[in-house]
């Protein structure tokens, strides 16, 4: 079965520090890796990754996939409090047109 | 303009009822998603349907029911609620014909609560 793991499961850090978080997948005919920032209600879009090494940036978040070692990193630099959210990886495969979720990384920004 | 919105935003209601969620995207996709997010926020896919037709049925209890009256809308029907149905549940839509059917875009999910 498709898994995603994420760590931490929560972080606390304080404003101005730069955080890496982690994904891990074990998914059969991988596609792709997608990262997912959830405020209070929807999960909302940040990166799709499919490409091995290539860095995705918007900002102050960056994200970049490792084909070889199953995983994704998403670092958040100069962190700032409007950055505390619960941030999802998800990863898909070519057939069944699914996503497989992980658990989350709870990430609190201490002003 | 919201992308993708769903009604209501909230539900309470007692173990036996059925009752019903709706979803519409304004984004022009052809594909439509229900999402369950439990307590401890994992999120997980329970249909999605193209252009009105069901291609992905999770291991679901049949008491849901997903419709799609065009490809715009896709609702979720729920009979005999139990207590365990209590959770978020969020619709999400992606543009499959355009070979992009994992970016997918949420709306702003349902708390369900069973009493």
């Known amino acids: 079965e498709d898994k995603v793991v994420q760590s931490p499961l929560s972080l606390v850090v304080h404003e101005g520090d730069t955080v890496t978080l982690n994904c891990s997948y074990e998914?059969?005919?991988?596609?792709?890796l997608l990262w997912y920032k959830q405020e209070k209600k929807a999960p909302t879009f940040l990166f799709m990754l499919t490409s091995s090494g290539i860095e995705k940036k918007s900002g102050r978040l960056s994200s970049i996939l490792d084909k070889k070692e199953l995983s994704s990193i998403l670092n958040i630099t100069a962190t700032q409090t409007g950055d505390s959210a619960i941030y999802l990886c998800?990863?898909?495969?070519?057939?069944?047109?699914?996503?497989?979720f992980g658990t989350g990384t709870r990430l609190t920004i201490i002003p | 303009d919201t992308a993708v919105s769903q009604t209501p935003k909230y539900l309470v209601t007692q173990m036996g009822n059925d009752k019903s969620i709706k979803c519409e995207q304004n984004?022009?996709?052809?594909?439509m998603y229900w999402y369950k997010q439990d307590s401890k926020k994992f999120l997980k896919i329970m249909f999605s349907?193209?252009?009105?037709?069901?291609?992905i049925n999770e291991t679901v209890p049949n008491r849901f029911s997903p419709k799609s009256p065009d490809k715009a809308h896709l609702n979720l029907h729920i009979n005999s609620l139990e207590l365990g149905d209590s959770a978020v549940y969020f619709c999400?839509?992606?543009?499959?014909?355009?070979?992009?059917?994992?970016?997918?875009?949420f709306g702003p999910g349902t708390r369900l609560t069973v009493l």
């Open positions: 999400a839509s992606s543009h499959r014909a355009g070979g992009a059917w994992d970016e997918q875009f």
């Open positions: 998914v059969t005919n991988f596609r792709s």
């Open positions: 998800a990863a898909s495969n070519f057939g069944n047109e699914k996503l497989t």
């Open positions: 984004l022009g996709h052809d594909t």
């Open positions: 349907y193209n252009n009105k037709e069901l291609i």
